[in-house]
C-alpha cells in the first residue's frame, strides 16, 4: 500500500525497518536473520523455525538432536539441525490417522499429528463425554437425612458413589458432634491420639531420632539456623531422613553430627559468613537478621558471644561496684537525675532508683 512504513523483517517485529544490510530495526534482530540466513546456506535450520514449520513441540526435536536421529550443531543462537536430515526423518514417518489428514506424526505419544493427537486415545475427549454421559444415566434416587429426616435426591452417579446417609455437610457434622453415641465416640479419638503420642514420643526417644526443628534448636549457638533452613538443607539432600513408622522427617544422632560438621567444614564462604564462630561474622549475621526483618532478635541471641569475644558476660550487672556507689550518691547530692547518673555510671536506672532508696533515712 502507498504510504506504508517499511518493517523490520524479524519474525512477530512491527518496529519500522532499519538502514543496515538485512533492514532490522536493532542489533538483537539483525544477528537472529543473519544467524537464519548463513544456516539456510549451510543446509542448516534454526531448531525453533523447524518447530514452527512442523508444528511440533521444540522439546521434541531435541531429544531427536541428543538420540542422534538428527544431525546439529550448537551455536550461540541456539541450536542447528540439518534440513537434510530433518526431511529424511521426516519422511519415514507414518501419516496421521485421522481420515482427510496427510501430516506426518513426528514424536508424541498418539498416532495422530500434533493437531489430532487425542484422536484414538483411551481418554481422548469423544471418550471422556462418553464416561460422563454414563455416569449421568441412571434413576433418580430418593434418600432421608439420618439427622434432620428430610428428603432428597442423589444423581445417578452421586449415588454410586456415596452412601447418602446425610443431606448436607452441616447434618453429617451435626451427626458426628452431638448424634447417637458422640460423647464416647469423641472419647474414643482423644483416647486413641493419646496413646498415639505417647507411643511417637517414646520409640522417638529409644531411637535417638530427632525432627527437624529439634535438630535447629540443639544446635550450637554459633552454627544456629532456622528451621525453614534446615528444611531447605533437608530438601537439598545435605540430611537424609531415617525411616520410620511414623512417615514423618526424623533424623538418627550420626546424621545429625554430619550435618553439624558439614555447617563447621563447608568450604563455601555464602554459608560460613552465617557461623558466629568470630566476633565479625556474629557482627554480620546481626546485621544479616536486622536488614532482613528489621528486628534486633539475633542481636540479643548472640550477645553472649559479642560479649565473650570482648571479654565480658552479658546481660546487665545485677551488683554495683563500691566506687560506682559513691559516685552515684554523690550525683545524686548534687543534683543529677536518674537517667543522667546512669548514663554516666553505665548501668540501669532502676539500680540508681534502688540505691538512692536505701540512702534514703
Not at 2 to 7: C, P, S
Not at 258 to 267: D, F, V
Amino acid at each position: 500500500m502507498l504510504g506504508e512504513t517499511a518493517r523490520c523483517p524479524f519474525r512477530g517485529c512491527s518496529r519500522p525497518a532499519g538502514e543496515g544490510e538485512t533492514r532490522a530495526c536493532c542489533g538483537r534482530h539483525s544477528t537472529a536473520i543473519i544467524a537464519r540466513q548463513r544456516a539456510h546456506r549451510d543446509g542448516f535450520i534454526l531448531l525453533v523455525d523447524a518447530s514452527r514449520k512442523l508444528k511440533v513441540d521444540p522439546r521434541v526435536l531435541v531429544s531427536l538432536h541428543d538420540s542422534g536421529q538428527i544431525e546439529g550443531k550448537q551455536v550461540n543462537r541456539g541450536i542447528w539441525l540439518s534440513r537434510h536430515d530433518l526431511i529424511r526423518y521426516a519422511f519415514s514417518q507414518p501419516r496421521c490417522i485421522v481420515e482427510g489428514c496427510s501430516r506426518r506424526v513426528i514424536g508424541g505419544e498418539g498416532p495422530g499429528c500434533s493437531r489430532h493427537r487425542s484422536h484414538g486415545r483411551k481418554h481422548s475427549l469423544a471418550s471422556r463425554h462418553k464416561r460422563a454421559e454414563k455416569l449421568r444415566t441412571g434413576p433418580v434416587v430418593e434418600k432421608v437425612c439420618e439427622w434432620c429426616g428430610e428428603r432428597f435426591t442423589l444423581l445417578p452417579w452421586q449415588a454410586r458413589v456415596y452412601a447418602g446417609r446425610f443431606c448436607s455437610h452441616k447434618c453429617e457434622l451435626d451427626w458426628l458432634h452431638r448424634g447417637p453415641d458422640a460423647g464416647a465416640r469423641h472419647a474414643r479419638l482423644q483416647e486413641g491420639r493419646k496413646r498415639w503420642r505417647e507411643i511417637r514420643v517414646n520409640d522417638k526417644a529409644a531411637s535417638g531420632l530427632r525432627a527437624v526443628p529439634e535438630i535447629a534448636a540443639a544446635l550450637p549457638l554459633e552454627f544456629r539456623r532456622a528451621a525453614s533452613v534446615v528444611y531447605a538443607h533437608v530438601a537439598a539432600g545435605r540430611l537424609t531422613p531415617t525411616p520410620n513408622q511414623f512417615g514423618e522427617l526424623l533424623f538418627s544422632e550420626d546424621e545429625f553430627q554430619r550435618y553439624l560438621s558439614w555447617l563447621r567444614e563447608h568450604p563455601d564462604g555464602r554459608l560460613q559468613r552465617f557461623n558466629a564462630t568470630s566476633q565479625h561474622r556474629a557482627l554480620f549475621r546481626g546485621k544479616w537478621f536486622r536488614a532482613r526483618y528489621d528486628s534486633m532478635a539475633e542481636f540479643g541471641r548472640l550477645a553472649s558471644l559479642l560479649a565473650a569475644a570482648k571479654g565480658k558476660k552479658s546481660g546487665r550487672r545485677i551488683e554495683l561496684s563500691d566506687t560506682e556507689i559513691a559516685l552515684i550518691d554523690d550525683m545524686t547530692r548534687r543534683g543529677r537525675s536518674q537517667r543522667t547518673i546512669a548514663a554516666k555510671v553505665g548501668c540501669s536506672r532502676d539500680q540508681v532508683r534502688g540505691q538512692q532508696a536505701r540512702r534514703q533515712p
